[in-house]
């Protein structure tokens, strides 16, 4: 059986508590990733919205529930959307762990997003890869950039 996971890590110039704001805080989160309705609380279910993506079957819907709540060092909840015609879902689990560095203003960030099985979920884990790349190299940082007091 098929069982893939997307590990990427990250460096950002800022501090795990501007981190931990752009993960957790609805403006922010909506800046980089998608607009979303989030609320801080162990249990608690939230989702994102995008573009719907008629092709793959993706109403644009993602719904999420809170599992794990750390304060500025991790944040972890399901990943869950319907991929396909035939109405196949996509359950997956994402955890976000935020690594203070040595260096001043410097944090890594680490996304583990789990649970692509069987075949059905190779392509959402290719795409989902890519995006997430193109998200914590590009998109997390300018957005970071763009609020940093000078």
Known sequence: MINKTIIIETQLAATPETVWNFLTTPSLLA???MPNNIILEKGREFH???KSRVKLGFDG???????????NSEISYSWQGI??????????TVTWTIVPTKTTHQTILR???EGFIGFKNLIPFALLQKNWERLL??????AI??????
């Open 31 to 33: 800046e980089w990733l």
């Open 48 to 50: 994102f919205k995008t």
């Open 61 to 71: 819907l993602i719904t999420c529930q809170i599992f794990k709540l750390k304060q």
């Open 83 to 92: 991929l396909a015609h035939e109405q196949h879902s996509l359950e997956t």
């Open 111 to 113: 996304l583990k997003q």
């Open 137 to 142: 190299t590009k998109k997390l940082p300018d």
């Open 145 to 150: 950039a763009k609020h940093e007091v000078v």
